[in-house]
Every structure is written in C-alpha cells, then in structure tokens.
C-alpha cells in the first residue's frame, strides 16, 4: 500500500524495497509546472544543449532520474546516500569504461563523492574512440527524458564531476 | 525590507532541472540573487518571506520558486538564529521542505569554532646556494611567531579557516 504522510497530503510514497528487504525513501509528487515556464526552459535549455534528443514529450516531476533508473520511473529517489545502498544490496558491480555495454547505468558523482544523476547507457562509444563517452539516456529533473553523450548535461558540467558505470551482472 | 529582484528564470530552470533538494540547494545557493537575499533581509524577514510564499492560496510555480530562494538564503545565516525561526514554521507545505532545512542548518554559519594555536618549527630549505653553482647547501630560514587560527564547527565538510592577527 502507498504510504501517506497526512501533513502532507500532495505526497505519496510507494513500498520501495533494495533486494535485501530495506526501505528506500521516495516520493511521488504531480505539482504542474505551468507550460510557459516549461517553454521558457526547453528554449534556454535546447540552445545550451543543441545535440540532445527528447525521448519523452510531457514534463512530469513524478519520478527523477534516479526513480527512472532505479524505480521503473514510478517515484522520486531524493536522498543521494540511499543510492549506494541500492548498488550495494540490489549487487551492481562497477565497470570500467572500456567495457561499458547498452544497459548499464552511469551515474554522475561530484567531487564530495554525492551522486547527483543518474542515467541508463544506450549506445556504447566507437572501439577506436580516445575518449569513452557512450550515449545515454537520463530524465532531466521534472522536464522529460533526455537521449544526449554522457558528457553533454548540467550534471556532467559541474567541476569536479566524474561518471562512474555500473552492471547488474 | 528592501526589495530584491531575484533571477526569476534562472532560478526557475533550477527547480525545474533539479532531481534531488541536494542539488537544487547546491545551485541556488551558488546564484547571486540569493547571496544578495541574504545580505539585505534578516534571518525573521527570509523564514516569514519562506512561509508566506510556501502557503500561498493558489500558490504560483514562480512562488515555489521564491519560497525555495528565501529557504536557501537562509543558509547564510548563523546556524542558531535560523534553527530558532524555523521552528516557527514546522511544516512548510512545499515539496523536499524537510531535507531543505536539514541542508539549510548543515550550511548556515556556525558560531562555535575551535581555537588551534600553531607553532612552526624551524624550517631547512635545501637549495641551491647560487645560480652558477651545483653545490647544494643548507639554508635555514627563520619562522614567524605562533599562529592562531579559528575553525568553525559544524556538520558540514567545509572547513573555513579565519586566521586571527
């Protein structure tokens, strides 16, 4: 049953369990961002990223990147440490970028060691390529859900950012 | 209260971009609107702007978006003054509202900080003794007098260091 907060009656919260059994926190929110806003920010946003390609066409704040990732897009993953949890229990093995397959996850982890995004690999860079930049696809906070080069977002821009790969082997 | 024109659409891309509070925090508290927020409005004046904005009927995205701006300025305040206001407003009805003011309070200026008094050694500098000789000498250099410096402590990593005179 979903879990409902009762001072806070906009927010739901799915039974969300890592393979070991253990809760993890989410929320699932439908707050409407108005549509003039949403154009404002494809404008700002498709110039600053010309070569991205919108999977996905409605905005929706229900579920983030890591409940994209993590929660087959059904709710928000919020809290950042939980996601070492869920490598840890659900048994990700990490992977070097030499190897990297369709599938695996790519996860943005900034220099305080906090993951802040989280992203599904679809196309693995060229053998001959001198940097290993697959393709993926990720959800751009409540706006859509993005196919773009792994280095080609807000996330991947943050100084201090490195993206880290990992498979459910 | 002196009128601060914060940046509406950068500030919007932000909420709309963010995927955890974490990293919407992180940005907003990086945008100058709302270093200058904190500058000119008091601790009271940035939680009851926070408040008002958050309860608003037929509430706006654009007055999320400022009730999360007022939130975030908050965390240039001194730890205890923004723990005392905001238990005043217990339940922000807005969402991450709770994980906010725990970065809120990680953040803000701590008051306690730890005194560490320094006193360098005598240092030896191995060098060249001049340009046209590959003689290495030892060279001793004198020190200056102890060191003090405050460390603020908090729940944060961040460590600032005030040196005192």
């Known amino acids: 049953m979903p879990r409902r907060d ?40 498709r110039r600053l990223f010309p070569n991205i390609v919108e999977r996905t066409q409605r905005a929706t704040g229900k579920y983030n990147c890591h409940g994209m990732v993590f929660a087959s897009r059904r709710t928000q993953i919020y809290e950042p440490q939980l996601l070492r949890q869920i490598l840890s229990e659900d048994g990700y093995t990490k992977i070097s970028e030499n190897y990297i397959l369709p599938g695996d996850i790519a996860l943005y982890v900034s220099d305080s060691g906090q993951i802040d995004h989280s992203a599904v690999v679809v196309e693995r860079p060229p053998a001959e390529a001198f940097a290993k930049i697959p393709k993926v696809f990720s959800k751009w906070g409540a706006w859509v859900e993005v196919i773009h080069l792994a280095n080609e977002c807000p996330w991947a821009q943050e100084v201090g950012t490195t993206i880290e790969y990992y498979r459910m082997v | 209260m002196d009128k601060v024109s914060l940046n509406d659409n ?36 940035l939680a009851n702007c926070a408040n008002n904005f958050s309860m608003r009927q037929n509430r706006s995205f654009l007055d999320k978006v400022y009730a999360y701006a007022y939130l975030a300025a908050l965390s240039f305040k001194p730890a205890s003054d923004v723990r005392n206001e905001l238990r005043h407003y217990p339940n922000l009805p807005i969402e991450w509202s709770a994980e906010l003011i725990k970065l809120i309070l990680e953040n803000a200026v701590s008051e306690t900080y730890q005194i560490v008094l320094l006193t360098p050694q005598p240092s030896k500098f191995v060098g060249l003794h001049s340009q046209t000789s590959s003689t290495l000498s030892n060279v001793t250099y004198t020190t200056k007098p102890d060191i003090k410096v405050m460390i603020p402590i908090n729940n944060h990593n961040e460590r600032k260091v005030v040196h005192l005179d």
């Open chain 1, 6 to 45: 009762l001072t806070r009656p906009w927010e739901i919260q799915l039974e969300l369990e890592t393979a070991k059994g253990n809760h993890i926190e989410n929320v699932q929110t439908s707050e409407p961002i108005p549509i003039g806003t949403i154009n404002g920010f494809e404008s700002r946003f």
């Open chain 2, 10 to 45: 950068t500030l919007s891309d932000i909420v709309i971009l963010a995927n955890t509070p974490a990293f919407m925090f992180k940005r907003f508290r990086r945008d100058s609107s709302v270093q200058i927020l904190a500058s000119r409005l008091s601790t009271p004046e």
